[in-house]
């Protein structure tokens, strides 16, 4: 197994940090991420001359700002992790689907795949949610429906290729089933790329929540998220802008790193990169 390079190894690095930050965080900091204080309203962070009390500050209800990032870094990559997973899964399905040789299956699906990439998905999301409302059931199937077809696609050009392999058609003349042949045969050989797309998409749905939420159609009070926590600090740029900087710069790292990350996996796993 290769080592982790600089390119690899710093993002590693970022993420887990971030990671580690989103798991222990509650530990540096006695306050409930909900408990406000109007008396503690607005506190600079440390840095800036405020308390070790509040050490990243607070916001304008004079909630503890340390513990809202914590939730909502959580949140966000929980979220982000659960819509990464079921577009993962529902689009190498349909891709595995569309490779099996139908032509009318075929020509369905790549029909829906062009639809989806088309229009953007933020007017899809925000029709969705303004004609339904918000709920958690409703938000998480829209990030679970975000980048599917690029899964679909990629699975099913390669797809297509695995199918013509030797031990392939052995299978498929001894009669072994189109479902067997895709689980045994062609999915292991397109691994490779549902992984880094799903390294790819990962920081995507992260943004796709983080503006959802930002606009107030994505998590609702009580439970906060890095999106909503930047949404909560525009109001206040000028006298407080630690409250929405600190969010956004998570944002930040977080999805960077995953990017980072996800072009360092394609480097090593994509065999026409590495051959050239």
């Known amino acids: ?53 509040h050490p990243l500050g607070t916001d304008k209800l004079g909630r503890d700002l340390l513990e809202r990032l914590v939730v909502g870094c959580r949140v966000s990559i929980g979220l982000a992790l659960v819509g990464t997973v079921i577009g993962m899964i529902l689009g190498t399905a349909l891709g595995l689907i569309a490779a099996r040789g139908n032509r009318y299956v075929d020509g369905l699906i790549m029909a829906m795949i062009d639809f ?21 059931t409703l938000f998480v199937l829209l990030l679970g429906l975000y980048g599917w077809e690029s899964y679909a696609r990629l699975v099913r ?35 490779n790329v549902i992984i880094v797309q799903a390294t790819l998409n990962f920081p995507q749905t992260i943004l796709l929540e983080s503006g959802l939420s930002f606009l107030g159609l994505g998590i609702q009070p009580p439970m906060t998220s890095l999106g909503q926590l930047l949404g909560d600090g525009r109001d206040s740029l000028a006298r407080a802008w630690w409250i929405a900087v600190m969010p956004g710069s998570l944002i930040f790292l977080t999805t960077l790193s995953i990017s980072l990350l996800g072009d360092g996996l394609r480097d090593r796993l994509d065999p026409t990169i590495r051959k050239s």
């Open 157 to 191: 050009n390669n797809a297509l290729s695995a199918h013509t392999l030797p031990y392939v058609d052995a299978a498929r003349v001894i009669g072994v089933t189109p479902a067997v042949i895709d689980r045994r045969h062609i999915l292991p050989t397109v691994m």
């Open 1 to 53: 197994m290769k080592r982790p390079t600089a390119k690899t190894g710093i993002p590693i690095a970022i993420f887990t940090a971030i990671i580690l930050f989103a798991v222990f965080g509650s530990l540096l900091t006695p306050y409930d991420y909900a408990t406000s204080s109007l008396f503690d309203r607005n506190m600079p962070p440390v840095f800036l001359g405020g308390s070790w009390e």
């Open 116 to 136: 989806q990439a088309a229009v953007p998905f933020m007017i899809i999301a925000l029709a969705v949610l303004a004609i339904f409302g918000t709920s958690m």
